[in-house]
């Protein structure tokens, strides 16, 4: 039996650009019915609502994803709305750094960029009408007091005994939070609903708080600022917007925000929630993620170890592998927990067509090729992809002494070991044949520090004259031009697949989880690449050049290994 979560099996059908537009969920099933039944005029109108308090993640990519990927196929409209209503916590830095994400993911907002900030003395005015029609008080307990009466699961809350305020009184007192004559704190415009009710966002949920905080847009023209909630639905009315996706923590909030826009008597727009994504071996929350920069365990936002969209970015991401494996996850209304082995086969499967392959030593081993001319070199010819002829080839130098992997020579060498050891032959990529013919060590520590071999010139093609076979391809870069290069290798950022599950997440960060390779020995053809450029370092993996790197002394992330343990899972 197949005891992979549904969404798991879905990706059975493998990631494939094409999806996007056939996928069919249960938030498409709704807008095909509503549209069915001419509701909104047939219209359909998205938005992705961040809130400006830190990078954007993987799991906001799954909700750009599906609010651009839904008005693009019902040929609607999607907004990109800052959710700006928390000034404590936001900043213009997250804000710029989110629109370039969402640009960057491929999605275009057009002139449909909009702040809750903007909507703030429309807010006000909505409020106004709510005390008129005696939905609204001003309470004067304080937030651990409303906290006290709210009550719990179990126990029904009890009434402020501030809700018998006359509308005059409130507007009065309303008016005067506004102008600034209290205390921050000391007052709140509060829902006049239900104390009893069984959901406890219904019983007198705040609307709008006292807070002397300069707002990143608006400044110090508001000392009050309203409530999530309140803001959030009178939003997506204002903007028209017809289907309000979010996840499914505000499902319990969905009565609220009906009942505002009940209430308000303004457009109602339909609020629809789905599953975050989970990913494992990954923390998704802005508030951990902010811990770790604040913290010092990641060198910021961006460090190609975060899940963040910039880490992905700068790891080596492609906006195309992010948006497959969003497709191919699909919608749940359920929680579950993605592998991460998805997301690293979505890229894989992209890279893989897009990268050229070069030639990278991470762990060089110098060769001298004993026989081979002194102070020759010749050129020979290296494809650029195999998977794709258009990318052509280019030539590398070929000359005495020449880089190989460490790993690549055992001097005593078990069974299974088809690379180079004494007296053995393998194959150089693009080159010759060579042998091992001795071993050079050092002194002291008895560490092979370099090989004498031989060649054959007959075997330029590939292939020896007389039919003689080798077991072992290595990969090589010339002593002569080749690059000294720095690598950045990366493994889960936590040692736990669920890293909060037993305790505080943060005992689960892995401190081995960057390994800088500082000696490495890469193909010329790289020292001109520049941040953001893909390669596949023949059989050490995609990699991407990172933004530290300059020119002459290049740097790279190696973006993912080159096992697909996901495949392999598929085929067994
Ligand atoms: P976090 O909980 O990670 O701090 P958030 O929900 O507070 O994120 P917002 O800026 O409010 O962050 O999120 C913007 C939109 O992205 C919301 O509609 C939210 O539901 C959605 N979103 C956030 N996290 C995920 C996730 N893991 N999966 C899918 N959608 C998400
Ligand atoms: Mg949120």
Same mark, same amino acid.
């Given at each position: 039996m197949d005891e992979r979560k549904p969404e798991e099996r879905k990706a059975d059908v493998t990631c494939d650009s094409a999806s996007s537009s056939t996928s069919f969920d249960f938030i498409r099933t709704i807008i095909e019915r509503d549209r069915a039944d001419g509701k909104n005029e047939g219209r359909v109108h998205t938005r992705f609502p961040p809130e400006p308090n830190g990078y954007l993640h993987i799991g906001h990519a799954k909700s750009i994803c599906l609010n651009f990927g839904i008005a693009a196929q019902y040929k609607g409209l999607c907004n990109l709305r800052f959710d700006d209503t928390n000034p404590s916590k936001e900043d213009v830095e997250y804000v710029d750094s989110i629109m370039e994400d969402v640009r960057?993911?491929?999605?275009?907002?057009?002139?449909?960029?909009?702040? =809750?900030?903007?909507?703030?003395?429309?807010?006000?005015?909505?409020?106004?009408? #709510?005390?008129?029609?005696? $939905?609204?008080?001003? +309470?004067d307990l304080s937030a651990e007091e409303i906290r006290e009466y709210r009550g719990t699961l179990t126990l029904p809350g009890r009434e402020s005994p501030y809700r018998g305020r006359t509308v005059r009184e409130n507007l009065d007192l309303f008016k005067r939070m506004r102008d600034g004559e209290f205390e921050d704190g000391s007052r709140t415009l509060r829902a006049k609903i239900d104390m009893a009710s069984g959901n406890i966002n219904m019983r007198d949920p705040v609307i709008y708080r006292i807070q002397r905080t300069s707002h990143h847009r608006t400044g110090d023209d508001w000392c009050i600022y309203p409530m999530y909630d309140y803001a959030h639905c009178c939003s997506d009315s204002i903007e028209g917007i017809t289907h309000s996706i979010c996840t499914l923590e505000f499902e319990d909030h969905r009565p609220l925000y009906d009942w505002y826009l009940e209430q308000l008597g303004i457009f109602h727009s339909q609020q629809i929630e789905f599953a975050r994504l989970n990913l494992t071996y990954t923390v998704m929350s802005k508030r951990k993620l902010l811990q770790l920069v604040e913290e010092g365990y990641v060198t910021g936002w961006n460090d190609p170890l975060m899940p963040t969209i910039s880490g992905l970015r700068r790891r080596g991401f492609t906006p195309e592998s992010i948006r497959n494996f969003c497709d191919t996850i699909g919608v749940a209304k359920r929680d579950s927990t993605v592998s991460i082995d998805l997301l690293n086969h979505c890229l894989r499967e992209d890279l893989n067509k897009r990268?050229?392959?070069?030639? =990278?030593?991470?762990?060089?081993?110098?060769?001298?090729?004993?026989?081979?001319?002194?102070?020759?070199?010749?050129?020979?010819?290296?494809?650029?992809?195999?998977?794709?002829?258009? !990318?052509?080839?280019?030539? #590398?130098?070929?000359?005495?002494?020449?880089?190989?992997?460490?790993?690549?020579? !055992?001097?005593?060498?078990?069974? $299974?070991?088809?690379?180079?050891?004494?007296?053995?032959?393998?194959? #150089?990529?693009?080159?010759?044949?060579?042998?091992?013919?001795?071993?050079?060590?050092?002194?002291?520590?008895?560490?092979?520090?370099?090989?004498? +071999?031989?060649?054959?010139?007959?075997?330029?093609?590939?292939? =020896?004259?007389?039919?003689?076979?080798?077991?072992?391809?290595?990969?090589?870069?010339? =002593?002569?031009?080749g690059v000294k290069a720095t690598v950045r290798l990366y493994q889960h950022l936590f040692t736990s697949e669920d890293p909060g599950a037993a305790g505080d997440f943060k005992e689960t960060i892995n401190s081995d989880a960057l390994e800088e390779l500082t000696d490495c020995v890469v193909e010329p053809v790289l020292t001109d690449s520049s941040p953001g450029d893909h390669f596949q370092f023949l059989r050490n993996g995609y990699f991407c050049t990172d933004t530290d790197s300059r020119p002459g002394a290049p740097v790279f992330n190696r973006t993912v290994g080159l096992r697909d343990s996901w495949a392999k899972i598929q085929n067994k």
């Amino acid at each position: 039996m197949d005891e992979r979560k549904p969404e798991e099996r879905k990706a059975d059908v493998t990631c494939d650009s094409a999806s996007s537009s056939t996928s069919f969920d249960f938030i498409r099933t709704i807008i095909e019915r509503d549209r069915a039944d001419g509701k909104n005029e047939g219209r359909v109108h998205t938005r992705f609502p961040p809130e400006p308090n830190g990078y954007l993640h993987i799991g906001h990519a799954k909700s750009i994803c599906l609010n651009f990927g839904i008005a693009a196929q019902y040929k609607g409209l999607c907004n990109l709305r800052f959710d700006d209503t928390n000034p404590s916590k936001e900043d213009v830095e997250y804000v710029d750094s989110i629109m370039e994400d969402v640009r960057w993911l491929g999605f275009d907002w057009a002139d449909r960029l909009f702040y =809750a900030s903007d909507y703030f003395e429309q807010l006000y005015q909505y409020a106004i009408g #709510l005390i008129e029609s005696g $939905k609204a008080f001003v +309470c004067d307990l304080s937030a651990e007091e409303i906290r006290e009466y709210r009550g719990t699961l179990t126990l029904p809350g009890r009434e402020s005994p501030y809700r018998g305020r006359t509308v005059r009184e409130n507007l009065d007192l309303f008016k005067r939070m506004r102008d600034g004559e209290f205390e921050d704190g000391s007052r709140t415009l509060r829902a006049k609903i239900d104390m009893a009710s069984g959901n406890i966002n219904m019983r007198d949920p705040v609307i709008y708080r006292i807070q002397r905080t300069s707002h990143h847009r608006t400044g110090d023209d508001w000392c009050i600022y309203p409530m999530y909630d309140y803001a959030h639905c009178c939003s997506d009315s204002i903007e028209g917007i017809t289907h309000s996706i979010c996840t499914l923590e505000f499902e319990d909030h969905r009565p609220l925000y009906d009942w505002y826009l009940e209430q308000l008597g303004i457009f109602h727009s339909q609020q629809i929630e789905f599953a975050r994504l989970n990913l494992t071996y990954t923390v998704m929350s802005k508030r951990k993620l902010l811990q770790l920069v604040e913290e010092g365990y990641v060198t910021g936002w961006n460090d190609p170890l975060m899940p963040t969209i910039s880490g992905l970015r700068r790891r080596g991401f492609t906006p195309e592998s992010i948006r497959n494996f969003c497709d191919t996850i699909g919608v749940a209304k359920r929680d579950s927990t993605v592998s991460i082995d998805l997301l690293n086969h979505c890229l894989r499967e992209d890279l893989n067509k897009r990268a050229p392959r070069v030639m =990278a030593v991470l762990h060089p081993l110098k060769v001298v090729i004993d026989n081979y001319p002194e102070g020759r070199s010749e050129e020979v010819e290296a494809v650029n992809n195999p998977e794709d002829p258009e !990318m052509g080839s280019r030539m #590398l130098s070929f000359s005495k002494e020449i880089y190989i992997e460490k790993s690549d020579f !055992m001097e005593d060498p078990p069974g $299974k070991f088809f690379r180079l050891s004494p007296g053995r032959e393998i194959r #150089l990529k693009h080159a010759y044949f060579i042998k091992c013919e001795s071993v050079v060590k050092d002194d002291l520590t008895g560490e092979v520090k370099e090989l004498h +071999c031989t060649y054959d010139p007959e075997t330029g093609s590939g292939q =020896a004259p007389d039919g003689r076979k080798v077991k072992g391809t290595l990969h090589w870069v010339s =002593a002569e031009d080749g690059v000294k290069a720095t690598v950045r290798l990366y493994q889960h950022l936590f040692t736990s697949e669920d890293p909060g599950a037993a305790g505080d997440f943060k005992e689960t960060i892995n401190s081995d989880a960057l390994e800088e390779l500082t000696d490495c020995v890469v193909e010329p053809v790289l020292t001109d690449s520049s941040p953001g450029d893909h390669f596949q370092f023949l059989r050490n993996g995609y990699f991407c050049t990172d933004t530290d790197s300059r020119p002459g002394a290049p740097v790279f992330n190696r973006t993912v290994g080159l096992r697909d343990s996901w495949a392999k899972i598929q085929n067994k």
